[in-house]
């Protein structure tokens, strides 16, 4: 059986949803949405998302994903991994909640990736559905509450707040779930890895572009085999060291287009690449459009 990606436009498309302004362009737009759970199928379809979803689930039903069928009882939350194919079956007619959809442009850096490799959203090897309480399951419905009320609003600030309550939410969800169980000898390794990551961001200036770029150079100073790394790390996040150094150039390059004034070349020499045509394909490769095009996209919105 071949398994399919749902787009942002196919969910409004398939819930019979108004398709948000947002998303009838092209280009890589940021997109956030918060909803009072309905749900009218017995079963979602069993694919993977672009997207990524948090569902508050308030009854019984069973998270069906790899293979794995994980019943959930009276109430839960599941943190939605866009690789990892899966379905929810409701299992009671008494079904609410809420839920929130979101990609990685909304995000903008607003989730370091130490953190990020502990929760199920980002790390198909953490488990997706965490069983709650009633007290557990009023504090979210308080967060999601408050999303929905900034999501309205006028505020100038309201999607910054929506971050920090997203990542709440996130930090909250790895709390309940308690450690990821790694041995202690990779539990240093990963830990020293992201933080000579850490170190190299934000970027300051053109004149401090960044030095390490490649599996091989993050080894060299852990003083570790790279093919050691990256089976500690593959095994921790469920991404490879080389996925994971990309995805933070790329969230870095979305902050500088958007927050300074330098220019594609400078952007470029900042990051590792040596001529701006490598940084504009690149760019293109992660994003589905050109540097230049997101920052006019963004500038245009805002």
Known sequence: MQIGTETLPEFYQRTHQQMPAELLSKANVSHFNVKERICLTKQTPYNRRD???????????????????????????????????????????????????FNDTFL???????I??????????????IPLNAGQSDRFVHMYREMEALLASQYLYKYDTIRSLLQMMILEGIRLQGPVQQDNSNDRL?????????????????????????????????HVHVNYLNNVVKKATGKTTREIIHERIVEEAKTLLLHTDWDAA???????????SHFNKYFKQNTRTTPLLFREHWRQVS
Do not use: W
């Open 266 to 276: 400078q952007i470029a020499y900042t990051l590792g690449f040596e001529y701006p």
């Open 51 to 101: 997207y990524y979803k948090i569902s508050l689930i308030i009854g019984d039903g069973i998270h069906k994903a790899a293979d794995k069928d994980i019943p959930i009882e009276n109430g839960g939350i599941i943190f939605y991994n866009p690789a990892v194919p899966s379905a929810y079956q409701k299992m009671s007619d008494l079904q609410s909640g809420y839920y929130c959809l």
């Open 108 to 114: 903008l850096n607003t989730i370091r990736q130490d």
């Open 116 to 129: 990020r490799y502990q929760s199920a959203l980002f790390n198909p090897a953490v488990p997706a559905v």
């Open 190 to 222: 990963i830990a020293r890895f992201f933080g000579v990551l850490n170190l190299q961001f934000p970027v300051d200036s053109p004149e401090n572009p960044l030095r390490f770029l490649t599996p091989a150079a993050y080894a060299d100073q852990l």
